[in-house]
Antibody
Framework: EVQLVQSGAEVKKPGESLKISCKGS????????IGWVRQMPGKGLEWMGI????????RYSPSFQGQVTISADKSISTAYLQWSSLKASDTAMYYC??????????????WGQGTLVTVSS | DIQMTQSPSSVSASVGDRVTITCRAS??????LAWYQQKPGKAPKLLIY???SLQSGVPSRFSGSGSGTDFTLTISSLQPEDFATYYC??????????FGGGTKVEIK
């Protein structure tokens, strides 16, 4: 069974750093892109970026380029999303999701349970 | 960037009703569109990919259609478990997997 299990909720202060994780199991972790999606409170879904754990090729949405860093450790089947200096506006639920390819198009077929990040002084 | 616009933003309907949600892309995306369902406090779930292909395990009352810039998601007979928010996502550009703003299906 394909599973993506994310790390637990975090409460941080503005300016602090943070790294959240997403561990894949039940499939070949190095063979599928993993994406991160933000959902701010009461709002819609925003694609942040994707990584191919096989070679760590990473692509970012222009809206998030320079704001976050996506990485992966294929030896432990885990992808990461990190911030070097959090802002209150980073408060959101963050989802990781597996991308599957269908005839040159791309879809998120399995999702993690989400990690709630709260940034408040 | 391709923009995805959903309408309506919310719809009130009763159990058994036929519900149709529309998604429009700012430029043509062939048939490369997905629909997701999200219930409160839960992760999104893929319902339909490639505009009309039903994801495994999704009930047949869900269907999708369209190509180019205009797409629809139809629920043929709304069930209690279908009250949720629905999102479209363009899948044409690997580097910009944009979502629509969402449509909330509420109980009338």
């Amino acid at each position: 069974e394909v599973q993506l299990v994310q790390s637990g909720a975090e409460v941080k202060k503005p300016g602090e750093s943070l790294k959240i994780s997403c561990k894949g199991s039940g499939y070949s972790f190095t063979s599928y892109w993993i994406g991160w999606v933000r959902q701010m409170p009461g709002k819609g879904l925003e694609w942040m970026g994707i990584i191919y754990p096989g070679d760590s090729d990473t692509r970012y949405s222009p809206s998030f380029q320079g704001q976050v860093t996506i990485s992966a450790d294929k030896s432990i089947s885990t992808a990461y999303l990190q911030w070097s200096s959090l802002k209150a506006s980073d408060t959101a639920m963050y989802y990781c999701a597996r991308l599957f390819a269908y005839s040159s198009s791309w879809y998120f077929d399995y999702w993690g349970q989400g990690t709630l990040v709260t940034v408040s002084s | 960037d391709i923009q995805m616009t959903q309408s309506p933003s919310s719809v009130s309907a009763s159990v058994g009703d036929r519900v149709t949600i529309t998604c429009r892309a700012s430029q043509g995306i062939s048939s490369w569109l997905a629909w997701y369902q999200q219930k409160p406090g839960k992760a999104p779930k893929l319902l339909i990919y490639a505009a009309s292909s039903l994801q495994s395990g999704v009930p047949s009352r869900f269907s999708g259609s369209g190509s180019g810039t205009d797409f629809t998601l139809t629920i043929s007979s709304l069930q209690p478990e279908d009250f949720a928010t629905y999102y479209c996502q363009q899948a044409n550009s690997f580097l910009a997997l944009t979502f629509g703003g969402g449509t909330k299906v509420e109980i009338k």
